[in-house]
């Protein structure tokens, strides 16, 4: 197993089976990086891949 920390959706898109988004120290979604960047479950995870933050 190898953990990567990055800030770059595109590359965490292509690198990852599973990916893990955290904000402000806190675990918001666990998943599967298809799902997550597909159809994210929490709002601040769907506003990160938008773009709205980060």
């Not at 402000?24 to 599967?32: A, P, R, S, V």
């Not at 159809?39 to 980060?54: R, V």
């Given at each position: 197993?190898?953990?990567?920390?990055?800030?770059?959706?595109?590359?965490?898109?292509?690198?990852?089976?599973?990916i893990a988004?955290?904000?402000?120290?806190?675990?918001?979604?666990?998943?599967?990086?298809?799902?997550?960047f597909n159809?994210?479950?929490?709002?601040?995870?769907?506003?990160?891949?938008?773009?709205?933050?980060?």
């Open positions: 197993m190898i953990i990567m920390v990055t800030h770059s959706m595109q590359q965490a898109q292509r690198i990852s089976d599973r988004f955290f904000y402000q120290g806190k675990l918001i979604e666990y998943g599967d990086t298809k799902q997550i159809n994210p479950k929490a709002k601040e995870t769907k506003d990160y891949i938008g773009g709205k933050f980060g």
